[in-house]
């Protein structure tokens, strides 16, 4: 099935860019595009498309309040934001108001269909770039932790190590390369990380990690 997506920048050239990349991608395709945040909710409520890709700075509604009102009219679209800013602030705003992934316009064509197809099977996605950012702001935000136990994670002390890895936003060959494993076996034991703690997305081992205090701000 064809995963339809909507655009809205309120630049032409990236939007034409952005069109370029996933006509590259098969099965994926760009059914509409809007270059200001107050067409989103009439442009989602026309096309009912399955993912939008959304500017956050814009002429007249920006971003943040176009999610706002997506949300609020319960809209079943997922939304990933493109955007240039690294702000910690800004990208922790967006993930609060709804966004189920954050991706920087100077992305990868690769790094593209990597958050589109997260995004397709329900799970959220976030910049590499931007990953240890985020944690560092989860963290001056959260007043109080609860230590961890093993009864918290149940993770060896191995997989705690390339946990932390992920949360950084290290690749699974950066991974392999730094702690001198195989490829295969830290794709096996992020797949086993992933089913003990019952969490299939990065964002989501990021807060897990932050809550748990596995990671700290010298990580």
Wanted: aromatic residues 2%; contains cysteine.
């Amino acid at each position: 099935m064809i995963c339809k997506l909507l655009l809205v920048d309120d630049h032409s050239l990236i939007r034409a860019g952005v069109r370029a990349l996933v006509s590259d991608i098969p099965g994926y395709t760009v059914v509409g595009e809007g270059n200001d945040g107050n067409q989103v909710a009439e442009l989602v409520l026309q096309l009912d498309p399955d993912i939008v890709l959304l500017d956050i700075s814009m002429r007249t509604t920006n971003g943040l309040d176009a999610l706002t009102q997506l949300r609020a009219s319960g809209c079943r679209s997922k939304v990933l934001i493109l955007s240039m800013h690294t702000d910690p602030e800004l990208i922790m705003q967006a993930l609060e108001s709804g966004a189920h992934g954050y991706l920087l316009k100077d992305t990868t064509a690769t790094e593209l269909e990597q958050a589109l197809t997260a995004l397709r099977n329900g799970e959220r996605y976030l910049s590499p770039a931007i990953a240890h950012t985020v944690i560092n702001q989860a963290l001056l935000r959260t007043q109080s932790f609860k230590a961890p136990t093993s009864d918290n994670h149940n993770l060896t002390a191995r997989q705690l190590e390339i946990l932390r890895l992920i949360v950084r936003g290290k690749s699974t060959r950066e991974i392999a390369h730094g702690l001198g494993l195989s490829i295969k076996t830290v794709e096996t034991h992020r797949s086993q990380i992933m089913k003990r703690l019952q969490i299939y997305d990065v964002a989501g081992l990021v807060l897990f990690a932050v809550r748990e205090q596995i990671i700290s701000l010298d990580d």
